[in-house]
């Protein structure tokens, strides 16, 4: 272990003398400086001290200024003052500024060595006390990486799960393939043409993309059947709506999406199911499913007609406000052009031909006219 350093500094070469000669027999490596000037061009020359040691009372610049530019530049090196008896209080007064101690002249060897000892005591505990402060925040901010990356990790399986979910349905009714990804980013573009927050987007994208789990548990003799369903087959295909919100809710971070799955086909004024909510009782997220759910339908192909263009999606959609669709949200809807759907569509058909589309990130959303950036 190297020997501490320690800068003796007094004008009277004789005191200095003993001084060095006391802490060097104590295995302490001294050097020497006539005054608080050579004292201070020691410091900044580069050499470094774990101690200083100064008269007070010396000619030109004295102990206290002394003392007062080696805090500014060497805080963590303590300051050991030496006065007479008659310069007490100004020894206390260098003190309050920032000294460590002082010895009183003449004073005993041991004195001498029990005061350096404190102080470099002192010294040695606040350095630790740093270097574990230092090491402290690292870890700390290693392991909130680890946390975040875990986290995200956690996150992504979610969304793969939920993918697989939907990949599951569009593969058991085939007419509405792409279905689930489609109105997943609809109902995004709407939500953040709304101005509503990133966590609040990401709740109800991922009820969207659900919204349809339930069907897994219809009978296929119902699901595609291509006639017309009988009462008693309408009130089965009824039941999907709780029949997903009971699997989906069983799922801590989906809570809040199961609200949107169970009701995703209520309508505003009321007469949907399965528990006829009306206006504001409906979930947001449901309300504005419910506008792009019809959206889908119409521009999509079924067995029974073509697909129709998004010009008569807007207008069947702008006939039923009031009625089938919240009047807030037709509006953010027709405030964003024709063109993003189109655009969103073809995006989400190509990426899914290549198997790389994450089904709850909002593929190549421009900004549209009016929107407000979601946070």
Not at 107 to 127: P, S
Not at 233 to 248: F, N
Request: net charge negative; charged share 30%; proline share 4%.
């Amino acid at each position: 272990m190297p020997l501490e350093r320690i800068l003796v500094v007094d004008d009277e070469e004789s005191i200095r003398e003993i001084v060095a000669s006391m802490l060097a027999a104590a295995k302490y490596q001294c050097r020497q400086a006539a005054s608080a000037s050579e004292a201070l061009a020691r410091l900044e020359s580069g050499e470094e001290y774990d101690l200083l040691l100064t008269d007070l009372m010396m000619p030109g610049m004295d102990g206290t200024a002394l003392l007062e530019r080696s805090k500014e530049r060497f805080p963590d090196m303590p300051v050991v003052m030496v006065t007479a008896v008659h310069d007490i209080k100004i020894a206390l007064d260098a003190i309050r500024d920032g000294a460590y101690d002082y010895l009183t002249k003449p004073f005993e060897r041991e004195q001498l060595l029990a005061t350096v000892r404190r102080a470099l005591e002192n010294r040695r505990l606040k350095m630790e006390n740093r270097q574990y402060q230092v090491d402290l925040e690292a870890l700390v901010t290693e392991r909130t990486r680890q946390l975040r990356e875990t986290i995200a990790e956690l996150k992504r399986s979610y969304d793969i799960t939920l993918e697989v979910l939907g990949d599951a349905l569009d593969y058991k009714d085939g007419e509405t393939e792409n279905h689930c990804r489609r109105v997943t980013a609809y109902t995004m573009a709407i939500a953040r043409h709304m101005g509503l927050p990133k966590e609040q987007i990401e709740v109800i994208a991922r009820g969207a993309f659900l919204h349809d789990v339930g069907k897994m548990a219809i009978p296929e003799s119902i699901l595609k059947k291509p006639g017309k369903l009988t009462p008693d087959e309408m009130a089965v295909m009824r039941e999907h709506c709780y029949l997903g919100y009971k699997l989906v809710q069983k799922i801590p971070v989906l809570k809040e999406a199961a609200e949107i799955v169970y009701s995703h086909q209520e309508r505003y004024d009321g007469t949907g199911y399965p528990r006829g909510l009306e206006g504001e009782e409906i979930p947001l997220g449901a309300r504005i499913f419910a506008v792009v759910d019809t959206l889908d339908a119409i521009t999509s192909d079924r067995d029974y007609r073509a697909a129709q263009s998004f010009e008569v999606a807007r207008k069947e959609i702008r006939d039923w406000t009031g009625r089938q669709f919240d009047p807030d949200v037709v509006k953010a809807f027709l405030e964003i052009p024709e063109s993003l759907w189109q655009e969103l569509r073809r995006d989400i058909d190509a990426q899914s031909k290549s198997n790389s589309f994450d089904a709850l990130r909002l593929p190549s959303l421009p900004q549209t006219a009016g929107a407000k950036a979601s946070s």
